[in-house]
Every structure is written in structure tokens, then in C-alpha cells.
């Protein structure tokens, strides 16, 4: 296997990093990237295995460690968001556990976002506090909460920004200061946005996570997760992890993931072009005043830091009915959308959050999160736009 050079790396864009870079390539000069399925590599004498073993010599052993195909996912993932190192993983939720399996023991201490994924919120409050690490839930956007729940314990800062779902932010760079003056790892979930419209780790963050399963495959085939970084974190605590409880990333979904990748720029303009563009077209509309959430709307209440930490504003953006019936009444009527638990296909998406993705929080912890029962999600696809926004206008009629 030769990669090629990426001494032109610093110098490209996202759109020629996503093409260029982890390209992999065999001695049979394949243009499109190959796909390694198997599971594990043969050595050429028994002393050649030790050697690998023995990490005296470079190469693969097992791909619960490492496979080409992955590799090449994980260097497009690292260029893409700037990072040293991404260590790839079979969903985004296992790219959560394995950072806080794999970087947070007994005794020590988390300060989480109240406003994160349902799923993000059970694992905290079942294995993590079963294994003894204390777990502090703090609002999203208050950065003096944030530093209130500091303890001498607080080893990490977790949050997703903007959030799922409620689209809420945090500063990203007055949170990363908080943690350095504190020796705080702050990780960040930046799945809503991808490395194509905010980039954490330049703004200071020490550490992001994906679900490749929404906007880098982008088209609803396949689970994946990332998690991109420092090289020494990642290599002394992360990986062994990885190696020994085997969360790792299938062969075949590195590749769909690295082909999502190719196309993620174009597709992430569009998503942003449809979303901008249904956001400010249902603000006018009379039943919805007041209730589109979209960080691209200057009602927003953190607009102004989502100019500021985002290149645009994303293919998200909920609306906030009265009741739960009303929600029903929408998410039933819509005849493009289809209701599904994802986000970041190329098709638009509906979801109810409460009775779904967030259904299995506790009441106070749902609401705590801002997800209310009269909360729908759009992830906005790449349909003709005015398609999207006849069939959210029909569907209104019926609320
Ligand atoms: C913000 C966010 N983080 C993490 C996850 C988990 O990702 P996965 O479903 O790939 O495990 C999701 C899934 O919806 C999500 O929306």
C-alpha cells in the first residue's frame, strides 16, 4: 500500500482535503479507493509475527486494530477537522463511550451539557455513574454554570453544539479557556455541523466527535463514529481501548463513510441553501411566529456567536408547536418528508424528539434539555426546495 503526499495538505480546502487526502493506494493502482475486507493480515514467518506483535515492526495484525480502508477514513476525518489523529469507530455512540471509557475512571469527575443526544445522557447516567465517575448536567449556553460545577476531580467538559435537538450553542472558544485554566479536557460532538461548517479544534477545543452515521456518509447507508485529536491522547489512551474492547470501525463502512466524504462540501452547501431558506420562509408563517428554531435566523437568541463559530448554519432546524397533538398533526400530514430517528440524509427527515430520540430520559432531564412534546425536527434534505417547503406548508394546514 503507498499514500500519496499531502506536503499540499495545509495549503487545500475542505472540498480537495475530502478528495486528496488518505488516499491508499495497492500495487494494482486502483483510481477509486479499495476496500480491505478482512479480518486479519498474514505474516510471512512465525518470528515476523512476534516482531509485529512485539511492535518492533510496523504493519496490520487484526483489523479490530487497524485496516487500510479504515485508515483511510480516519486520515480524510483528521484533515478534514484539523486534527493530529482521528481513531475510527462502528457508531457515534461508540466514539462517546470509548472517550469516556477509555479517559475517565473512578473518582474523577464530568461536567455534561444538559442539551445533548438521549443517548449521550443514559450512558452518563447508567455506566458512568455506576463506575463510580461523577456527572454534573449543566445548561448548554451558561458558561457560569459551567464553571460553577467545576470540582478538583473535573477531568472532562462535554458538550454537542449546536445541539440535538434544540439547536442551542456554546461559545466554543470561551469554553475551551475555562478548561485550560482549569487542566479540563474539553471534547466536543460536532456531528450538526461537520468540519465543512465549524471547526472545534481551531477554536480550542481538545477533542470532537462524529457520528459518520448522519452528514459524512450523508445518505442513511451505514453507521460510523470518529474521534479526532491530539496524536499522544489518542495513541496512549484511546486506542488501546479501541484495541482491546473492539468498538472498531467495519472495513466496509470506512469506505461507503470515505466516499460520503468526497461529496460532503457540495452536499453541505445544499443542505445549508434548503434549511436557510425553509427557516426564513415558515418565521413568516402566521401560525409559526416565534416558533422556528434555526441558528441561521436572526431570532436565534445566539445568533450573533453562530455567525461567529459557524461558516453557515446547518440542514437542522426545528419547530416549536404547542402540544404534542399538534406535532402529530404536522409530522402525519407531511407527505415528501418521512419520519425516521436519523439526520443528515439526503432526503428530508422528520423526527418528534420526545416520544423518540429523547423519549428514554427521565421527564426532568427531557425537559431540562428543551425538549418540549410540541418539539419537531427537520433535517432539511437536498429535494427541490420548494417541494420541501409546499409539502411543510400543506401539512400545517392540517395542525
Ligand atoms: C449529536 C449526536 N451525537 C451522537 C449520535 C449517535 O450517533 P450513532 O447513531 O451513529 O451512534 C447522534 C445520533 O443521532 C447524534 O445526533
Same mark, same amino acid.
Given at each position: 500500500m503507498k499514500k500519496t503526499d499531502n506536503t499540499d495538505l495545509r495549503h487545500w480546502g475542505s472540498a480537495t482535503r475530502a478528495l486528496h487526502s488518505g488516499v491508499w493506494r495497492s500495487e494494482q493502482r486502483e483510481n477509486s479507493l479499495a476496500l480491505f475486507l478482512t479480518s486479519s493480515y498474514i505474516f510471512e514467518s512465525a518470528d515476523q509475527a512476534r516482531a509485529v506483535f512485539a511492535e518492533e515492526e510496523g504493519g496490520n495484525i487484526y483489523s479490530r486494530f487497524t485496516n487500510p480502508t479504515v485508515a483511510a477514513f480516519e486520515e480524510k476525518m483528521a484533515a478534514l477537522e484539523g486534527g493530529e489523529k482521528t481513531i475510527a469507530t462502528a457508531s457515534g455512540m461508540a466514539a462517546i463511550a470509548t472517550v469516556f471509557l477509555s479517559l475517565l475512571s473512578a473518582g474523577d469527575h464530568l461536567v455534561l451539557s444538559r442539551s445533548v443526544f438521549g443517548s449521550t445522557t443514559n450512558l452518563a447516567n447508567s455506566v458512568l455513574a455506576r463506575m463510580g465517575v461523577g456527572v454534573s448536567r449543566v445548561a448548554l449556553s451558561d458558561l457560569e454554570a459551567w464553571r460553577k460545577a467545576i470540582r478538583k476531580e473535573t477531568r472532562m467538559f462535554f458538550a454537542e453544539?449546536?445541539?440535538?435537538?434544540? $439547536?442551542e450553542l456554546v461559545d466554543i472558544a470561551a469554553l475551551a479557556q475555562l478548561a485550560n485554566e482549569h487542566g479540563i479536557l474539553l471534547v466536543l460532538d460536532n456531528v450538526f455541523c461537520t468540519p465543512c461548517l465549524q471547526l472545534p479544534l481551531a477554536l480550542g477545543a481538545h477533542m470532537t466527535v462524529h457520528s459518520a452515521t448522519k452528514y459524512l456518509d450523508g445518505q442513511g447507508r451505514v453507521l460510523g463514529g470518529a474521534i479526532v485529536g491530539q496524536q499522544e491522547l489518542l495513541m496512549k489512551k484511546v486506542f488501546p481501548f479501541l484495541r482491546n474492547a473492539g468498538p472498531s470501525l467495519s472495513p466496509f463502512n470506512a469506505w461507503v463513510l470515505c466516499k460520503g466524504l468526497e461529496t460532503l462540501s457540495l452536499r453541505m452547501e445544499k443542505h445549508c441553501d434548503n434549511a436557510e431558506k425553509v427557516a426564513h420562509a415558515l418565521a413568516q408563517h402566521p401560525l409559526l411566529t416565534g416558533r422556528v428554531r434555526y441558528p441561521g435566523l436572526a431570532s436565534h437568541p445566539q445568533h450573533e456567536l453562530a455567525q461567529r463559530q459557524m461558516r453557515r448554519f446547518g440542514g437542522v432546524l426545528c419547530l416549536e408547536l404547542e402540544t404534542r397533538e399538534q406535532a402529530y398533526r404536522l409530522i402525519d400530514g407531511l407527505r415528501l418528508a418521512t419520519i425516521t430517528a436519523n439526520l443528515g440524509d439526503t432526503r428530508t427527515l422528520v423526527t418528534h424528539?420526545?416520544?423518540?430520540?429523547?423519549?428514554? $430520559?427521565?421527564p426532568q432531564d427531557r425537559i431540562q434539555a428543551g425538549v418540549t412534546d410540541g418539539l419537531v425536527r427537520f433535517s432539511i434534505g437536498l429535494e427541490d426546495v420548494e417541494d420541501i417547503l409546499d409539502d411543510i406548508n400543506q401539512a400545517l394546514q392540517q395542525v
Open positions: 453544539t449546536p445541539a440535538n435537538p434544540t $439547536l424528539p420526545a416520544t423518540t430520540t429523547h423519549g428514554k $430520559l427521565a
